[in-house]
Antibody, heavy 121, light 107 residues
Framework: QVQLVQSGAEVKKPGASVKVSCKAS????????IHWVRQAPGQGLEWMGW????????NYAQKFQGRVTMTRDTSISTAYMELSRLSSDDTAVYYC??????????????WGQGTLVSVSS | EIVLTQSPATLSLSPGERATLSCRAS??????LAWYQQKPGQAPRLLIY???NRATGIPARFSGSGSGTGFTLTISSLEPEDFAVYYC?????????FGPGTKVDIK
């Protein structure tokens, strides 16, 4: 079945960077956009951007431009999200999610299990 | 940026009751709206897309309606597993935004 499996929890110091991975299985990886969404503790969902695994093209939410980089390695069916210059405000669960339809950007299903990134001095 | 507001913030109901959740957009999003369910400690799950289409495997008791700036998610008869937080999401030229969520809890 279609599955997204994310890397484990991370603890980072302010100013550092974090790279979260999202390994896809059960479908043709290059056919579906991957989105990244984060959720701060007890808060709502915040869209960060998407990557087209086929072309490598990306589109980032304005809030994260200059600080986020989304990449992919199709040989191992894995997408990555790297966030730099971390602050305590970046403490959140980070999710990857696949677009529902091939070649389309909308909507998000399924989702990975989430990766908790904690930023603390 | 298009802002989504959801009401009510919390809905307290009993199993078997009907739940009506509202989502309003700050400007028209046409039918570019989805609904997600999230249970504690779990990732969100897509329920409704394009305002009124049920996602694969979603029970018929979930339905969505609306277009433009006003949308509704209806759960016709609440099952015990439906108590969760529900988010609406819109797609625009600037990207995606989510509403703040409506928590449906047991009365």
């Amino acid at each position: 079945q279609v599955q997204l499996v994310q890397s484990g929890a991370e603890v980072k110091k302010p100013g550092a960077s974090v790279k979260v991975s999202c390994k896809a299985s059960g479908y043709t990886v290059t056919g579906y956009y991957i989105h990244w969404v984060r959720q701060a503790p007890g808060q709502g969902l915040e869209w960060m951007g998407w990557i087209n695994p086929n072309s490598g093209g990306t589109n980032y939410a304005q809030k994260f431009q200059g600080r986020v980089t989304m990449t992919r390695d199709t040989s191992i069916s894995t997408a990555y999200m790297e966030l730099s210059r971390l602050s305590s405000d970046d403490t959140a669960v980070y999710y990857c999610a696949r677009a529902v339809l091939p070649g389309a950007i909308v909507w998000f299903d399924p989702w990975g299990q989430g990766t908790l990134v904690s930023v603390s001095s | 940026e298009i802002v989504l507001t959801q009401s009510p913030a919390t809905l307290s109901l009993s199993p078997g009751e009907r739940a009506t959740l509202s989502c309003r957009a700050s400007q028209s999003v046409s039918s570019n709206l989805a609904w997600y369910q999230q249970k504690p400690g779990q990732a969100p799950r897509l329920l409704i897309y394009d305002a009124s289409n049920r996602a694969t495997g979603i029970p018929a008791r979930f339905s969505g309606s609306g277009s433009g700036t006003g949308f509704t998610l209806t759960i016709s008869s609440l099952e015990p597993e439906d108590f969760a937080v529900y988010y609406c999401q819109q797609r625009s030229n600037w990207g995606f935004t989510f509403g703040p969520g409506t928590k449906v809890d047991i009365k």
